[in-house]
């Protein structure tokens, strides 16, 4: 039996001779390594987090779709876009549809309105995903510099594979990098305070105005205000949001028709959003307005210097507040960039909703395609000083030592001399726990002595301490590969690989063409055949 066909390892009294769970690392690192864990939790982890409404998924080339990536990373010009989209809960009617797949799209008064139709919340317009913005994925040099120190730290070896799904497990474990090509015209704009990204500046303001942020600079007041006076006899409300907006004929009632719009609904036509608004002549209702109407709102400036004796600035107005924010404080707060990094884990209303769009697609397709953040990290490590090599059916892994072959001229102590031997008999590998049984038995238990509780594994004794320390020792000089399951082989099994099958008109052909130098056979041939397994 080789080692790439070795069967699955034991499991019984493993965490009784692995005593890397000692280690002060990251929570995280335990289960690098444990694939079955690793994929039983990161399915669905992050895409809780980042997962958008249904109905926009549809589609292709447009916001929303889930189709159009690529591998871990979105390259120049690439991505998808001719598609049909196909219709569903969140498509525009027919009616409402532009012709060709990159035109723009309108608001639809097909929206989500939640049970009992008091909520609307409109659809959002359909943009083309752009095709000149590069989108990578790449781990943290903080991740990084963890697993290098586990590997250290167990002296096990690790799949390239399991490594990938650990880090892709977490979104604070990774970077995702967006990069604009040459050709495009404008660069991404990003808002340091908190790290947002945004295709436009209009965007990136409206976000820090509708985010903690802008408590920095303003603070908001509540304040007493006279009880409106008058025979009001209805109040107008939002037929969406069932918002009082006041009677049509206060003073208040288009400025908060146009803030309402504009906070909530402002994908909608304005004229479609008015005429959705309705009229409550409930006494109840009536009162309910006069009583919100009594209590108002101002803003209090925080930032720049006050004089002594002399009152801050005030604003009664949000639209007071967003106006002098955007004349004063909107050139410093967003900055330009053509080349960004964030989290993995950056919050979805940090971004513009077609960079989350993009950065959801890197990330779903990088777990499927592992192979590109493997190469990623197998770089990373071995800048680290970390050895990778090929073993059990090609798979790649990462050790703290390169694996190699007992030369015949070292001679091992006994006990060292016994563990090779065993190792050479049994060339599908041994368990760990088997190889210690095997020549330091455990003794037979007590039948008086307590049975032994879930999870506790039977005390070792000294000789098979010894055992241990002799393979630890074995695994450090690179004659023995421990890896992260258990299963315990020879750093290089000594056994040539078996020939590859020719036919006979294959060799034929090669005689012919190699009449002249028959003598450069065994040095031509031993060559290709180290080619071949480099690049397999």
Request: net charge neutral; with cysteine.
């Amino acid at each position: 039996m080789s080692e790439a066909e070795s069967s699955t390892p034991e499991t019984s009294q493993t965490d009784s001779l692995d005593l890397s769970s000692l280690r002060m690392m990251p929570a995280w690192v335990a289960d690098f390594g444990k694939e079955d864990k690793i994929i039983e939790r990161y399915g669905d982890r992050e895409d809780r987090q980042q997962r958008g409404d249904r109905g926009e998924r549809r589609g292709n080339g447009f916001a929303g779709d889930r189709r159009g990536g690529g591998s871990g990373e979105r390259r120049f010009g690439g991505g998808g876009g001719t598609g049909q989209r196909r219709d569903g809960p969140g498509s525009p009617p027919r009616g409402d549809r532009r012709d060709g797949p990159g035109g723009p799209r309108r608001f639809s008064d097909r929206g989500h309105r939640r049970e009992g139709g008091s909520d609307f919340r409109p659809q959002r317009e359909w943009v083309p995903i752009p095709h000149d913005i590069q989108v990578t994925l790449y781990p943290q040099d903080e991740t990084l510099d963890t697993l290098a120190q586990h590997v250290r730290n167990t002296g096990h070896a690790f799949s390239m594979f399991d490594a990938s799904r650990i880090v892709l497990a977490g979104g604070e474990r990774y970077n995702i990098r967006f990069q604009c090509a040459d050709t495009r015209p404008t660069p991404l704009f990003k808002t340091p305070a908190d790290g947002g990204l945004f295709l436009t500046r209009d965007e990136a303001v409206n976000h820090l105005l509708n985010s903690p942020i802008i408590d920095e600079y303003y603070r908001a007041e509540d304040i007493e205000l006279e009880v409106p006076k008058g025979d009001f006899k209805s109040v107008a409300l939002c037929g969406m949001s069932g918002v009082i907006l006041g009677p049509t004929s206060h003073h208040s009632y288009q400025a908060k028709l146009l803030r309402l719009h504009r906070e909530r609904f402002a994908n909608m036509p304005f004229d479609d959003f008015k005429r959705r608004v309705k009229t409550d002549s409930t006494p109840e209702t009536i009162e309910k307005w006069k009583e919100q109407a009594s209590k108002g709102r101002r803003w209090v400036y925080l930032k720049g210097e006050i004089a002594e004796g002399v009152e801050p600035q005030t604003f009664s107005t949000r639209a007071e507040v967003e106006a002098h924010f955007r004349r004063n404080h909107a050139a410093d707060s967003v900055i330009e960039l053509r080349d960004v990094n964030v989290l993995g884990n950056i919050d979805k209303a940090k971004l513009t909703h077609v960079l989350f769009l993009m950065l959801r697609n890197a990330v779903e397709n990088a777990r499927k395609h592992l192979f590109d953040i493997s190469q990623k990290l197998a770089a990373g490590l071995e800048r680290r000083g970390l050895k990778m090599f090929k073993r059990r059916s090609g798979k790649m892994f990462v050790s703290r030592v390169r694996p190699r072959a007992v030369d015949p001229s070292v001679v091992f102590s006994a006990p060292l001399a016994k563990i090779v031997e065993l190792l050479k008999q049994n060339s599908g590998g041994m368990h760990l726990h088997a190889l210690v049984e095997a020549i330091a038995p455990s003794p037979p238990r007590d039948e008086d002595a307590p049975p032994l509780a879930p999870g506790e594994a039977p005390k070792l004794t000294q000789q098979q301490i010894e055992v241990l320390k002799d393979i630890r020792w074995l695994t450090n000089e690179g004659y023995v590969i421990e890896y992260s399951d258990g299963m315990i082989f020879l750093g290089v099994q000594g056994e040539s690989s078996p020939a590859k099958k020719v036919d006979e008109a294959s060799k034929a052909d090669k005689a012919g063409k190699h009449a002249k130098g028959p003598k450069h056979y065994p040095v031509v041939v031993p060559i290709l055949e180290v080619l071949e397994d480099v690049f397999e």
